[in-house]
C-alpha cells in the first residue's frame, strides 16, 4: 500500500473517533471517513504525528464550528456529491501512520484523496485557530 506524506491539507481515509464517543469510553471509531491532516508533529526522538479533522455528511449543529466543502472540491477529490463539512472543533491525533488508515474505496490501495486547494485550507486554519483560541477544542489521543 503506498504510503502519502502527510503535509497539512492532504485528505486521508481514517477511522476517526468522535470527542462524544471518546468520552463514553469507545476505543475504535464506528466508520472510516475522510479526514484533512491539519498539523504535522515533528519532534526530535519522538515518531511523527498528525493531527487530523473529520469531513462528516451530517450538518453541524449550532455548537459545532464547521467549513463546507464546496462541490468543485469534493469532485477533485473523489468523494460523493453530497454536502460535506469539516469539523473544525475536534481532532484526532495518532503517531504516522498508525493503525487506523484504511483505503478510500474498496479494492483500492490508496490511502489518502488528495490536498485541499491551499486557499481553502487557508481558511480552515485560520478558522480552526480563532476557535481553538476560545478554548472550544478537543484532541483525541489515538495512540
Not at 4 to 27: F, K, M, Q
Not at 36 to 47: D, F, T, Y
Not at 48 to 62: G, N, T, Y
Not at 69 to 84: E, F, M, N, T, Y
Amino acid at each position: 500500500m503506498p504510503l502519502p506524506d502527510p503535509v497539512p491539507g492532504l485528505v486521508i481515509s481514517y477511522d476517526y473517533v468522535w470527542s462524544a464517543e471518546h468520552d463514553r469510553g469507545t476505543a475504535g471509531a464506528r466508520k472510516t471517513r475522510p479526514c484533512v491532516v491539519i498539523v504535522r508533529i515533528e519532534r526530535a526522538g519522538e515518531r511523527l504525528k498528525v493531527a487530523v479533522s473529520p469531513i462528516p455528511h451530517s450538518p453541524p449543529d449550532a455548537r459545532t464550528p464547521a467549513l463546507e466543502i464546496p462541490p468543485g472540491v469534493k469532485r477533485h477529490l473523489g468523494l460523493d456529491a453530497g454536502q460535506s463539512w469539516i469539523v473544525l472543533n475536534e481532532i484526532n491525533e495518532f503517531a504516522w501512520p498508525g493503525f487506523h488508515l484504511r483505503p478510500v474505496r474498496r479494492g483500492s490501495e490508496a490511502l489518502a484523496y488528495g490536498h485541499l486547494p491551499p486557499k481553502l485550507f487557508a481558511r480552515i486554519v485560520t478558522r480552526m485557530r480563532d476557535t481553538w483560541r476560545t478554548g472550544a477544542g478537543k484532541i483525541i489521543q489515538r495512540d
